[in-house]
Structures are given as C-alpha cells and as structure tokens.
C-alpha cells in the first residue's frame, strides 16, 4: 500500500479485489442442495440459520447481526455470514490438517487456514465493503473498522481438548469460566477454529481472530502480519501502514501491532504485560502484489 493513501485509490483497489474474490468463489464452490441438520449445540443466541438468495440459488447461512463502534466512538452495523456448507467442509478440512515436520509450524498452520477460507469468506468482504461505500474512508480507518468489528465480539477459550469445569483450571480462565461457562469451546484441533468456524459461532481465541482478520484484510490487499510469543503463549496482528506507533520490524518493514481479543486497543498500542517486541515474532506475512 503505498506511503499516500487517498480515498479514491483505495476504493477502486477495494472494489478490484472484492471482485475477484467472487469471480473465483463462483468458480470454486460446490453447490449443496441437501444440507444437514445444525448439529453445533454451542450457536450464539442471536444467530440465525436461514435460506438466502445468491446467484441465482438458494443458500443455507448462518448469519450474526452485529453493530458496534470502533476505538474512536464511530458506530457501524453489519450482517456476518457465511454458508453452512462452507463451514462444514472446512471443519472437516481443518480436522484432516497434518502440518507436523513444517519449517514453521503455526505459521505454516495459519497459512493453510487462510488459504483454504479466504475465497469463502466473500459475504462477509461484501459487508464489510457495503460499509466503505456507505462511510468512504481511509485504509487505515477502513481496518480500524475491521478489526473493531470482531475486538467487539466477547472472547471465547478454544480449546484442543474437551472444555472442563471451572474448577479445573487456575487463575484468568478459571474465572472466565465461572463468569460465562459458554465461553469455551473444546475438542478443536491446534486449538483454533477455522476463520469459517469463528463465523459460525463468534467464539474466538486470539489466533482464531488473527487468522481470520489475516484472511480478510489479505483479501483488500493489506500488507498484514500475524505475530506470535511463546513467552506470552499470545497471538496477534500486524498491519504494515504509514501510522505512527509499536511495531515489529521484519525484513526491513514496520507492521505495526495490534491486539484484538477486546475493545479499546488501538493500532500500535498494546498492554504493559505483553509489549516487550522481543518476545514477538512474524510467524506469517501477506505481502500485496505490486499493481
């Protein structure tokens, strides 16, 4: 993304990569006239399962209403959805991923992730895109919307095991868990879920979150970056735009980090107990074609 950025530009770029994203989505996707019955017992109360019209078809989605207001008080509204038979291919997808041996174990995980999602993701880059159209802004304003949009939904445990009591755990999570119970999902392989599985049931970790914010600002051409720390055991993303702030540099770039598992945190700013850049690595990258 280039160091000027203008609305003009960045629409027309915007619009270019949507477009895309439906022409090879119509080219990929399988057509499922039999769906199976819902069979996750863990949906969000405000989720609707519904029929829709798209491309001259009737398709099964679940849908979220969401409305919320990003880290400087601007509100928004939109509709997630993604299709019930999208998700259920890439559960069955993520359960059969074996990336052991990989140089780079999560980012490779990750990699795979996004790829796999990404073409599938399109109504939710057509809701998101609906909003520039109605507010044009600016690239960073446009991901700060983004990004706000899911730092809004509440966090969720993802676990690789079945999710326990309470009493099983210590400190944060026991208390979380004490708080919400719902608040968990377990038997997850990595202990993630897909970007497609996120939208199915808004329960999300802080890699589900990256991934999927890495997914869809991949998709609007963003130079993004998912960061990792063992030492934090934490997740979170990067965006390499002209702003001042925090930042890790990575072959001679400054993404500057973002957390995302809770409001209120702004681009380049993350808390006291997690900011030592030492102990954050690129783990994944998402470098934009030169136009």
Sequence with gaps: MSKTINNSSFGSRVLVVVMGVLILRSLIALVHR??????DNNLPSNTEQIWIEKDQDSVLVFRHGRAWRNNYGTPYQTKLTVRSADVTQAILSHKSMN????TSFWGEL???????????????????YQIYQQQP???????????????????????????QDPEQYQDWIQELLRE??????GDQPFGLQTPLGFMQNLKGDCDTR???????????????AILNSDVYRHSILGLNLPAAGQYKLFRGKKYLVWETTAPNHIMGVLPPQINNMNFWDV??????ELN
């Design 34 to 39: 039999t769906v199976q019955n819902n069979t």
């Design 99 to 102: 990336p052991e041996g990989l």
């Design 110 to 128: 990750y990699a795979q992730m996004a790829l796999e999602s990404g073409p599938k993701l399109d109504l939710i880059l057509d809701a998101f």
């Design 137 to 163: 802004m600016s690239a960073e304003l446009f991901a700060e919307m983004v990004v706000s949009c899911i730092q809004n939904i509440p966090y969720a445990l993802v676990f690789k095991e079945a999710c």
């Design 180 to 185: 919400c119970p719902d608040c968990c999902l």
């Design 210 to 224: 990256t991934v999927f914010l890495f997914s869809v600002l991949s998709a609007f051409n963003y130079d993004v």
């Design 283 to 288: 783990v994944l990258t998402h470098a934009p």
